[in-house]
């Protein structure tokens, strides 16, 4: 995670007083976004009782207190490092992500949940970075 900018200095600090100037806001942290395969949050669970999408929404519910999810028309291109093309259908993720620790929790989950979903790798743009995030058995992430 990048080292804090003025402006979330700017937030805290203004997020952290009494109402001021007719409004009252609370600092939550920097944006963390990230694309899952639409189709595949729908699938049956192979390994719980739960779905993947359930078991996602615990997930972010217990460690980011709550997250919005779109849904739609989101779709994307991609070449991978093979040159082949790729097209995928997805839904988006944002949690509010108040530290390193936070950030990390957040990739190491979505490893698994790539692994778990037999997807080579999940997109993940955390502030003004980008990032794929593959599972720790990928030649990728050793």
């Not at 952290?16 to 694309?35: C, D, H, I, M, V």
């Amino acid at each position: 995670m990048e080292p804090p900018t003025r402006e979330d200095e700017i937030h805290r600090e203004e997020g952290a007083g009494e109402a001021r100037n007719g409004f009252r806001e609370r600092y939550l942290g920097r944006s963390a976004a990230f694309l899952l395969p639409s189709l595949k949050l729908k699938q049956p669970p192979r390994q719980s009782d739960s779905s993947i999408e359930s078991r996602l929404h615990d997930f972010l519910m217990k460690h980011f207190g709550g997250y919005t999810a779109q849904a739609g028309n989101i779709f994307g291109y991609w070449r991978d490092e093979d040159g082949r093309d790729s097209y995928g259908e997805h839904r988006e993720f944002t949690v509010a992500i108040d530290s390193a620790s936070a950030l990390t929790v957040l990739k190491e989950y979505l490893a698994n949940l790539s692994h778990e979903l037999a997807e080579e790798c999940i997109y993940l743009r955390s502030g003004e970075q980008t990032v794929l995030i593959y599972p720790g058995n990928s030649p990728e992430s050793r």
